[in-house]
């Protein structure tokens, strides 16, 4: 069932909102070429994440780009807290600079509880960086570089998606993301 399928929650999210609401102008392609590996970490610490991202990074370092472009890590039984994953992002960046990966690899972050610095908990906007369960998103920079040189204006992206938001509002999201299937 879907509801107890981590993996199938996120597809499902990152159709309907990522790519369902043009979020990510980037991601219906290598979505659509399944050039996107989505990886359900078992890791109940934040040592234990580390290592599996350790992983996923040499993965992707080593993956051919036209099979695996980019990885979405998701990690449901550590870090819900949303502070305590932003503080683990840190060390997320301190991985890749220790791989060397610096410049090579990138990585965003998506949390259930995402909140911008500077908005309140319940702020629309910070739901274009909420996701299902935290997941942290691992980006090749030769992919990212190539995708801002064919976007016309991709600092317009993040206006867009709060326009589009705030345009749906809570009540909207919800229905979005719900399971009516």
């Given at each position: 069932?879907?509801?107890?399928?981590?993996?199938?929650?996120?597809?499902?999210?990152l159709e309907r909102?990522?790519?369902?609401?043009?979020?990510?102008?980037?991601?219906?392609?290598?979505?659509?070429?399944?050039?996107?590996?989505?990886?359900?970490?078992?890791?109940?610490?934040?040592?234990?994440?580390?290592?599996?991202?350790?992983?996923?990074?040499?993965?992707?370092?080593?993956?051919?780009?036209?099979?695996?472009?980019?990885?979405?890590?998701?990690?449901?039984?550590?870090?819900?807290?949303?502070?305590?994953?932003?503080?683990?992002?840190?060390?997320?960046?301190?991985?890749?600079?220790?791989?060397?990966?610096?410049?090579?690899?990138?990585?965003?972050?998506?949390?259930?509880?995402?909140?911008?610095?500077?908005?309140?908990?319940?702020?629309?906007?910070?739901?274009?960086?909420?996701?299902?369960f935290p997941t942290?998103?691992?980006?090749?920079?030769?992919?990212?570089?190539?995708?801002v040189d064919v976007?016309?204006?991709?600092?317009?992206?993040?206006?867009?998606?709060?326009?589009?938001?705030?345009?749906?509002?809570?009540?909207?999201?919800?229905?979005?993301?719900?399971?009516?299937?």
């Open positions: 069932m879907i509801d107890d399928d981590p993996i199938a929650l996120t597809k499902r999210w909102a990522v790519i369902g609401l043009n979020m990510c102008p980037f991601a219906k392609a290598v979505y659509a070429r399944q050039q996107v590996r989505f990886v359900l970490s078992d890791a109940t610490t934040p040592e234990a994440l580390l290592e599996t991202l350790a992983t996923e990074l040499e993965f992707l370092r080593d993956a051919d780009p036209q099979v695996t472009d980019t990885t979405l890590l998701i990690h449901p039984q550590v870090l819900a807290d949303f502070l305590d994953y932003n503080d683990f992002l840190e060390t997320a960046d301190d991985a890749v600079e220790a791989l060397a990966l610096e410049g090579i690899i990138q990585i965003a972050s998506f949390h259930p509880c995402y909140q911008f610095a500077g908005t309140a908990p319940d702020d629309i906007g910070n739901y274009s960086n909420r996701a299902p942290l998103h691992l980006l090749r920079e030769d992919s990212v570089t190539r995708a976007f016309p204006d991709a600092d317009a992206i993040i206006d867009r998606n709060i326009a589009t938001l705030k345009a749906l509002g809570h009540d909207g999201w919800g229905r979005l993301i719900g399971d009516e299937t």
